[in-house]
């Protein structure tokens, strides 16, 4: 198993720009979940999802927009960027309630 | 915000068990402590989690105590390779919230 793959690893945008985070696991898991990391702090939840076309909100969803099709992927959209979303961006996944989270390796993204 | 409380730095050295300690005052009945770490900047990696008994793994030992408010976590002869932040977890729900951590670095 690949785990939890996400791409790009790198992506430099302009003020306004959108663009897409891919994430994709292929453990079969139910939930999962998307991250932002700004430097010296913790991670901070955007979205998270309990199932194939059930979303909702965490602690910092403004200015994110997330799907979930599939069971596999669970993508990050970025309508209009915005140098406060300058961070990295890790994407879980688990298989349900209580059980362990697992990480895949991040997207750095910095927006000029 | 993370409900949990973790001083932001610790040393250890190499060899030597590292014990780090978390409150975790609000903790709800049914809610599992959870420990995490992270390495630079990959993603974070899972170590360990307990309800109410003390849990050992390869990788560490987790005590909670009796009234679940607080909890260690014990890796019990540090190396090198474990200097990172290590991050106690009490989740909400479905949502895990991440504190600062605490930043453990193991001397040669």
């Known amino acids: 198993n690949a785990g939890v793959t996400q791409t790009p690893k790198f992506r430099i945008l302009k003020i306004g720009q959108s663009m897409t985070l891919q994430c994709t696991q292929d453990?079969?898991?139910?939930?999962m979940y998307w991250y932002r990391q700004d430097p010296g702090m913790g991670l901070k939840l955007i979205y998270y999802?309990?199932?194939?076309?059930?979303?909702d909100k965490g602690e910092v969803p403004n200015g994110y927009n997330v799907s979930r099709s599939t069971t596999e992927d669970f993508p990050l959209r970025l309508e209009l960027a915005a140098p406060s979303q300058t961070s990295v961006y890790f994407c879980?996944?688990?298989?349900?309630?209580?059980?362990?989270?697992?990480f895949g390796p991040g997207t750095r993204l910095l927006v000029l | 915000d993370a409900k949990t409380t973790q001083p932001p730095s610790m040393d250890c050295a190499e060899g030597r068990a590292a014990n780090l300690p978390c409150n975790h005052s609000?903790?709800?009945?049914?809610?599992?402590v959870y420990w995490y770490r992270q390495i630079h900047s990959q993603g974070p990696q899972y170590i360990i989690h307990?309800?109410?008994n003390n849990e050992t793994n390869e990788m560490a030992s987790l005590i909670i105590t009796e009234d679940r408010k607080s909890s260690t976590l014990i890796l019990p002869h540090a190396t090198l390779r474990d200097t990172a932040v290590y991050y106690c977890?009490?989740?909400?729900?479905?949502?895990?919230?991440f504190g600062t951590g605490t930043s453990l670095t193991v001397i040669p």
């Open positions: 879980a996944s688990r298989t349900g309630f209580q059980e362990t989270q697992y």
């Open positions: 453990m079969n898991h139910n939930y």
């Open positions: 999802s309990v199932g194939a076309g059930i979303t």
């Open positions: 609000t903790i709800s009945g049914n809610e599992y």
């Open positions: 307990g309800l109410k």
């Open positions: 977890i009490d989740p909400t729900g479905n949502q895990f919230y």
